[in-house]
């Protein structure tokens, strides 16, 4: 079955500190697909990112980064010299053959506070 | 609209009583989903719709859930006989298509409380 663990349930950073979300998966299926979303107080989960399970050359966009690493099934984010808008629950989230759909299985989040 | 849109954004309701949340996906998405959220946890699955038929409906807990979208497009989550462990977000989502690995958006969620 699939399962997603995102070990760390809170950061505090302060403004300009990187941070790395950890992110550990379990499938069986050797073709999924893992995600990170970001949800502000609002409540909306925002995407951020998806990443094919045959595409392990890691991926920057702006002051995001993730390091997808299947030889330990982790797909980490890292966020560079963090900002308070910044603050958010993040999610790691997987889909693999499991069933007919995109279903997402969904980590517990990572509570993340980023102070001035 | 823009983005995938939920009403109620708050609901609160007495234990033992109906519910209804609504959810209007992205427009053009055939692929429909909701996901509750309870405090301090992921989303968790509940039911996904191809079109206006429920092709997996095995999150949802137990037979007072039940979810329709008789359009295609707008979908109903009806809850009966509410009772207090149902308090949570209601999440819905959309894509594209169905198929596997495919993107899902999300809307801002409809919070039930039950008293």
């Known amino acids: 079955a699939q399962k997603v663990t995102q070990a760390q349930t809170e950061i505090s950073v302060v403004e300009k500190e990187d941070v790395t979300l950890d992110c550990v998966y ?17 409540g909306e989960l ?26 330990t099934s982790s ?15 993040y999610f790691c989230a997987l889909s693999d053959t499991t069933g007919a759909n995109s279903k997402l299985t969904f980590g517990k989040g990572i509570t993340l506070s980023v102070r001035p | 609209g823009a983005g995938v ?11 033992g009583k109906y519910v209804e949340l609504r959810c209007d996906p992205i ?30 409906d095995s999150g949802l807990p137990n037979d007072r859930f039940f979810a329709v979208r008789p359009e295609g497009s707008v979908s109903t989550l009806k809850i009966q ?29 409809s919070w039930l409380t039950v008293v």
């Open chain 1, 26 to 42: 379990e499938t069986r299926d050797t073709t999924y697909y893992l995600f990170w979303y970001k949800q502000p107080p609002s």
């Open chain 1, 75 to 89: 797909f980490n984010f890292t966020i560079t010299a963090s900002q308070v808008v910044d603050s958010a629950v």
């Open chain 2, 81 to 109: 006989r509410t009772e207090r462990g149902d308090s949570a977000v209601y999440l819905c989502a959309s894509s594209p298509s169905g198929g596997y690995g495919n993107t899902i958006y999300f809307g801002e969620g």
């Open chain 2, 27 to 56: 427009s053009g998405h055939t692929a429909l989903y909701w996901y509750r959220q309870s405090l301090g946890q992921g989303p968790e699955f509940l039911i996904y719709f191809q079109g206006t038929g429920a092709a997996d």
């Open chain 1, 46 to 71: 925002v995407f951020l990112i998806r990443r094919n399970s045959f595409d392990e050359q890691n991926e920057i966009s702006g002051r995001y980064s993730w390091n997808f690493q299947k030889s």
């Open chain 2, 5 to 15: 849109s939920q009403t109620p954004s708050n609901k609160v309701t007495e234990k």
